[in-house]
């Protein structure tokens, strides 16, 4: 694999995932095809740019998934050999204010993605989908491959859509994708609107911390480079047409997450600030990875203790990067970096 197209690539994960295999892959160059959403800072990656060697094998193109004249002709027959799709909107409560980016991103533009690629004969595609396609478990149990798709938010469930197009190409022309669904990430660059990220920021600012109902909801952490290792071994060595959860074996109710986040800053509970609940929130979910562990010889590697660590470390040694993002001042990064926004 000499050449890959990665979709939103200057999100949260996409970005993870383009410094991690730029450095793992010496041979390895990438596209990155971002729209720059209000979730897209190409500043993510600004750091390639201190390292030539990288730099070199790292390009930026500012799209949309939905143009199907652009993804036309940045997907030439022959000159990528792989497409691993990000891009998305990604924050449920978004989607419950407003699920209209939702379907025209998350569905239409796979739909479109899909096309170009079968046109240009792409040999493998990584569709990154979520644990959250599955819906909501009880208190027992966690989510296999086989569970039913039973999506429950706007984002869910335009989720879920992608994933069966995703199924039907392949089923229908035999289309070589494969499918990850991990559960919820953490770790550097993650968009300040999600939990970890919001939480540190506020409470660094001794601003208050608002959870949801009664924060006894349960997500299963598990940190961002153990997910990018994850879809890199889908990539490589998954089976076309199969799909692989990941997950970091880490259950924690959202207050025991409050709890261990404001112990790591040194600061009070007092902070914590009871919210109305999320309309429809999922009350949990946890994921069963022995599939993936099975047939891509992968497991997570980063222990929640040391990965928490980490991570509020890197939000306090990058408080200007949050700042930047509070303030909109990252939505000018690309004008001064490439001129005027397309
Ligand atoms: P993110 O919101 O941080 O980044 C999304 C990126 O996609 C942004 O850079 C944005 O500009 C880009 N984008 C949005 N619409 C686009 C469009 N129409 N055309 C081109 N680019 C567009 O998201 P994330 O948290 O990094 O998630 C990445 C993917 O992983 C998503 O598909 C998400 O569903 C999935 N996922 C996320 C998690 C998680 O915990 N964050 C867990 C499992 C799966
Ligand atoms: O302010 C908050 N207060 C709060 O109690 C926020 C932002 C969240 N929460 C709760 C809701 C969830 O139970 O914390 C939990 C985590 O919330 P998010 O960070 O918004 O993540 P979640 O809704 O679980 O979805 C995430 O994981 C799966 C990602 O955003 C998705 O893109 C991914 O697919």
Redesign the pocket.
Known sequence: MKRILVTGGCGFIGSNFIRHELATYPELSIINLDKLTYAGNPENLADLANDPALAARYEFARGDICDREFLTGLLQPGGIDAVVHFA?E????RSILDSGPFVQTNIVGTQVLLDCCRQAGISRYVQV????VYGSLGDDGKFTEETPLAPN?P??AS?TAADLLVRAYFHTFGFPAVTTR????YGPYQFP????P??ISNASQDQP?????T?L???DWIHVLDHCRGIDAALRRGTPGEVYNFGGDCELT?LD??YSLLEALGKPKTLIKY?AD?PG??HR?AIDATKAKRELDWEPQVTFREGLKQTVEWYQANTDWIARIKSGEYLSYYERQYGARL
Do not use: M, Q, W
Not at 209 to 213: C, D, H, K, N, T
């Open positions: 998305a990604s924050h449920v409560d989908s979520t644990d959250e938010s984002y869910s989720k991990c559960s919820n990430n609107e999600k939990l970890i919001l939480f911390l608002p959870v949801y109902g924060g909801n349960v997500r959202n997450l409050t919210v999320r929130h999922d979910y």
